[in-house]
């Protein structure tokens, strides 16, 4: 990690714009400039809308078109500029005599093709203008709020999150785009997207905190090659972390793997185990894969932090129990202990081929009113912190019923709760409803007990810096 | 690992019956018999069904029924039981009599309600009449080619798989029948199921020695979670690795989740160590999680075997390349390395932005010609083993031809092929296609990686034993 960075870039302008310059905006379907324009106009942005382009015709896709930022006279906060590379320099400065508080440079042809040259120009336009400019050569932002999004990738190919609490960031386009495209199938509602680019001005430690303070962002989730400013990344990151959880997913943390990201974003990726110990001493939850981001961001998004790691296991099947058992050991947790009077009032409602232990098997006879009879009397007991509970939909008793309780006793919001759902189409509607009452539900108790241990380390860790 | 075990049960006429009774048939839907039956009618079994009631009517769902087992006077391979678990050993020994060649006991209340009298009878019942019975306490089996289908769980809620070549068994029926219904989503055909339950009679010995000979079985899934008979289960299993992959997943491997196995089937778990270098020494592939089974499944189920671990990485996505990279070297395996005459090759075809290295990232522009063009090139390029192809679907030049493209190479045959598709609905519907085709499909690089390395291991271990 190297350093040193001038002060922090403030994102606010280009994240929640109330009006936005399209530069490059055309009429022409092959041009990225008509992607970037027509999903303005598709999302609905709620601000101004102005294309502009060199050669404007009079309107571009029914707005007043204008052949250069200057000539628009009125305000503009964001300019989304989609131009050949060479002439990104002197628009940038246009852009700063126009007032113009933010940008987003696509345009690709920059330090990632060996053009340092037009590169160092870009920060210098930046520098003399002060705009804060992410990118070049990026996807670009969205704010699902004030449907602010600069995506050129084809609307249909990629699945638009639902409004909520997580933002993500990434330094690469793909998979910042794929992530977000996995995203509203995990029922996850996204709040920012980010994606840098070759981080020219704006970089990973203005990106963390702009999302550290954002007050519609709950959790975020990072895919990071590198970090140039090693201490001020720190420093941030101490803020972030105690404000939210911030899963960072590492890029080039084998030898190879580094030398493939230096190649990609020409990250300076430092010692994998450098990283990984900031990572872990600043709080971060670490993800190991993709899936991982989804995963931990589900259950950082829904469920409320616990420091104990004693888990409660509801199950109507006999083999999920012992894999869930399997899978809470190895990842640092453990099985709940029932109070004698839990067992009592158990043994009382569970018929009698139910042995009343951990992992507590209902078999394939259970119905909602097992869960909800299991649940009510567990939910006070003190030796469990947590719940782990396995609804297998293929049998007869689990149905639109067991959905409702579940979601229920969610609602309580007592103590964390994960689903374990395995199954086709069926359980996967079943799983639909309850990840879209706030319950992060998994296909298989490993994931669910990797999910709940980050949740509860993290947990610990706020605890430890706050006493 | 216990000993010692007779003879091998034969489950021919379990698994493929040219006629069956299905005794405790009904017309009630609240009886587990009239699912049964129902499912018989439903899923097109090509024999002959005989319901069999004692309080029989003249016919059960427009098939003559029959009082017992004895009046059917023809030839009946095999037996459905479903009555009350008391009548179940005197049942057996009537079936004797009749000529039954196979039982499947569905009924429960023996050992596993702690009832060893019964299950003790129905033990004795079978040495008398000496006829394999699968159970009791289980699902029973499917034979997906004969439309055999003993499950009596609803059939609206578990999709039934495609005819393909992957049998799966289950000593647990929730894992058995979750991971059945998930395996048509995954794309995979399946050849046989079967969940033995109690295994009083038919145990995983016989199991495992049927599905290594069955000429129907390309590769074997295996939930398990303890061994009976420890001698007799390692010479089978010496003879199935070397017929085919048999992908393991053992439940109970830490002493909690042995505990709840033992609560579970009653099952001796035993080391878990002991049995990891049994099942290494053995060649079988071990799973960590119910993932992968049907991961390891699917690459099992399509791809060539190859001893070298040399992987070929292209993508449209350089953050994808640099995960694959990780990914790859995180499990055993390594880059591929490509010759002089592949390089000067590729740098003829690609445009000047792309990097002629590994791994190939040909950016956001390729086509399906970009990645016809690579792998033609790299198909015979003696550097490399096996192919990992990123194809992310966001991008404007990843559509229907890139999927065509893919499967024209896969059909050639010439090298393992995986492929990684991350993202929403756009990108599953290609993904879909490519799996229908034959092409094992992973949401991320790391699942990709851990597949390829499942494969190499396999085809090292049938190298060494046949050298």
């Known amino acids: 990690m190297k350093s040193s960075k001038m002060k922090y870039q403030d994102l606010t302008h280009i994240l929640s714009p ?7 905006a055309s009429e022409n379907p092959a041009k990225v400039g008509h992607a970037i324009m027509q999903n303005y106009v598709d999302v609905g942005f709620q601000g101004q809308i102005y294309p502009v382009n060199i050669t404007a015709v009079d309107k571009i896709m029914g707005y007043k078109s204008f052949k250069s930022i200057l000539d628009i006279k009125k305000p503009v906060d964001l300019a989304v500029i989609s131009i050949p590379a060479e002439f ?12 113009v508080k933010g940008i987003v440079v696509v345009s690709s042809g920059f330090a990632e093709v060996g053009n340092q040259k037009l590169e160092d120009q870009l920060i210098a336009a930046a520098k003399k203008t002060k705009i804060p400019i992410i990118g070049p050569n990026c996807l670009g932002v969205m704010d699902s709020r004030g449907r602010n999004d600069t995506l050129f990738l084809p609307t ?21 785009s794929s992530i977000l495209d996995l995203v509203s199938g995990e029922g996850l509602g996204l709040s920012k997207f980010i994606s840098y680019g070759n981080a020219s001005v704006v970089d990973e ?28 990344f720190i420093e941030v990151a101490k803020t972030a972390t105690m404000r939210k959880p911030v899963v960072v997913l590492k890029g080039g943390v084998t030898s190879a793997g580094a030398g493939a990201a230096h190649s990609h974003t020409a990250s300076l990726a430092g010692s994998s185990e450098a990283y990984e110990a900031v990572f872990r001493q600043y ?23 616990t420091n104990g790691n004693r888990i409660g296991v509801l199950t109507n099947g006999g083999g999920h129990g012992v894999l869930a058992t399997d899978a809470i050991y190895l990842n640092g947790l453990q099985l709940g202990a029932m109070s004698k ?49 396995i609804a297998l939909f293929q049998t007869p008793g689990a149905d639109e ?23 086709g189409s069926y359980t996967k509607s079943h799983a639909t409803i309850l990840e879209s009452a706030g319950i992060p539900v998994y296909e298989s108790p490993t994931t669910a007990a990797r999910s709940l241990m980050a949740l509860i380390s993290y947990s610990r860790y706020r605890n430890k810096v706050e006493a």
């Open 18 to 24: 109330k009006s936005v310059a399209v530069i490059g």
């Open 156 to 176: 249909f190919k990629i699945d638009r999150p639902k409004v909520g609490s997580v933002s993500f960031a990434s330094q690469s386009g793909s998979v910042g």
């Open 401 to 423: 019923k067991l959905v409702q309780s579940l979601i229920n006793f969610s609602n309580t919001k007592k103590k964390p709760l994960v689903v374990v759902c395995t199954g």
């Open 88 to 99: 990104v320099p002197s628009t940038i400065e246009q852009c700063g005599k126009a007032g």
């Open 205 to 232: 430690v203005d990106v963390l905190n702009y999302l550290a303070h954002d007050k519609d962002t709950k959790v975020i989730l990072y895919y990071l090659e590198g970090v140039k400013h090693g201490k001020e």
């Open 283 to 305: 709080g971060f939850t670490i993800g190991n894969d993709l899936d991982d981001l989804l995963n931990f961001g589900k259950i950082f998004d829904t469920q409320p932090l």
């Open 341 to 389: 009077e839990s067992q009592t009032a158990l043994r009382k409602t569970m018929p009698p081929i139910v042995n009343i232990r951990m992992p507590l098997d209902m078999s394939g006879e259970a119905t909602a009113k097992s869960y909800e009879d299991a649940l009510t009397v567990l939910a006070s007991d003190p030796g469990i912190d947590a719940f782990m509970v």
